[in-house]
């Protein structure tokens, strides 16, 4: 690779957010020292923007849900991010919500990102997860169920916005876990005697 070729490769990258790894498979590098210093040498010219130790972006403009993805994976955008977005809480937060395999908070540029452990059997689990560009992202559907395996009680502000029918198909991921399906069915309820 020509010496021009190493950050235009990046550049030309569909990702907003890179890791360390990342950038040396794009190279088509194994671990080295040599890319290390030249991805040093990048973050220290400006042509690539240090977001924390190992993360790396194009510029300071890229996807927080794709680096949140990334710092643990597997892992996926959900809980109040998602319900938020839904009109599911009206409560606004500042960090972002992530199901992962281990629980954490932690501040990156600025950002908090709140990591919530869930069972690996559930977290691996496709049902009611979107893919988009570079992240993974829970449906309103799935990131209530969530809330519910996470939380004994929580006020949601509108159950509207969700499609039931998925709510019911995704709840037999959680194991048959008699009370979320308490819970379920009781939320379920309370909509349905407002909405009469």
């Not at 990591?115 to 977290?123: C, E, S």
Request: hydrophobic letters at 35%; zero cysteines.
């Amino acid at each position: 690779m020509e010496k021009g070729d190493y950050i235009s490769t990046i550049l030309r990258s569909k990702q907003t957010v890179l890791s360390a790894k990342d950038i040396m498979l794009l190279w088509g590098e194994a671990s080295s020292d040599a890319a290390r210093v030249r991805i040093n040498y990048y973050a220290k010219g400006g042509d690539l923007y240090r977001i924390r130790r190992g993360f790396y972006a194009k510029d300071k403009d890229y996807n927080k849900f794709e680096l949140a993805t990334k710092i643990f994976t597997p892992s996926y955008v959900s809980f109040e991010s998602v319900l938020g977005q839904a009109g599911i809480t009206f409560q606004h937060y500042n960090q972002i919500f992530i199901a992962s395999y281990t629980k954490r908070e932690i501040v990156a540029d600025g950002q908090t990102y709140s990591y919530k452990r869930i069972k690996d059997a559930i977290l691996t689990n496709p049902a009611g997860i979107e893919n988009k560009d570079n992240y993974s992202i829970a449906t309103p559907e799935r990131a209530f169920l969530d809330v519910i395996y996470l939380n004994k009680d929580y006020h949601f502000d509108n159950l509207g916005p969700l499609n039931w029918d998925k709510v019911f198909e995704i709840l037999p991921i959680y194991g048959g876990n008699k009370r979320m399906g308490k819970m379920v069915k009781k939320y379920h309820k309370a909509l349905n005697t407002e909405t009469k």
